[in-house]
């Protein structure tokens, strides 16, 4: 049965930008900056998604509030201003959204990136007016707490029933569980389609460019 969708909310890293190289690089400075050991890049890409905190929390548990606090301070001066490593938008993904806009759907991101992470690159993208609401991890709870797709769905005056929630990880797919929503899953963020498939999303996507078509039939 065709499922009529008002709102439509992405995660950014992994479903709209491809900035996994950029994350992992920003991540293992700040270890090198706070004299301590490196994980694994595989670690590190299983916690893009989650909050700074969320993720520090997983990468170093046990590890206390001022821990923290240094490590995002250096995290977000190499993400901001120092590190060049490239991130760029999946193909496709600006032509999709410009036909969703046109085609009257809301549009908003749920994201585990901080405020001035999203904002740097929403104005280096120029996707910035596409979006009806955005919300960071910095400003309420990380994924997979329902509480970011829940605020979203108030600001817009929309039902779960008729929001769809699109990302690459299960935190996205939890979050949309949580929330009472629909989950829509992509093949070629961070979390394999196996992990992918164990949260029921309606669907698996293997570039975002098939959106568009997926949300047609």
């Not at 049965?1 to 995660?11: A, G």
């Not at 029933?161 to 899953?185: K, S, V, W």
Request: proline share 5%.
């Amino acid at each position: 049965m065709k499922r009529n969708f008002k709102l439509l909310v992405f995660d950014w890293d992994g479903t709209l930008m491809d900035s996994e190289a950029r994350i992992v690089s920003c991540v293992r400075a700040a270890t090198r900056d706070m004299a301590i050991e490196t994980p694994a890049d595989e670690r590190i890409r299983d916690i893009i998604g989650l909050g700074l905190k969320e993720a520090l929390e997983k990468l170093f548990p046990g590890s206390d509030e001022p821990f923290k606090e240094r490590f995002i301070a250096f995290y977000r001066r190499y993400f901001l201003h120092e590190d060049s490593t490239p991130s760029l938008l999946f193909p496709g993904a600006l032509e999709v959204l410009n036909g969703l806009v046109a085609q009257d759907y809301l549009l908003a991101v749920a994201t585990g990136k901080g405020r001035p992470g999203l904002d740097k690159v929403l104005d280096e993208t120029g996707l910035k007016s596409l979006f009806h609401a955005t919300r960071c991890a910095d400003e309420t709870f990380s994924k997979p707490h329902p509480e970011m797709l829940m605020q979203i769905m108030d600001e817009l005056a929309v039902e779960p029933a008729d929001t769809l929630m699109i990302g690459d990880t299960e935190y996205d797919l939890q979050m949309a569980i949580n929330a009472g929503t629909h989950g829509l899953a992509v093949s070629y963020g961070v979390h394999s389609v196996d992990r992918l498939n164990q949260f029921n999303p309606l669907g698996c996507l293997d570039d975002i460019s098939e959106l568009s078509d997926w949300l047609d039939r």
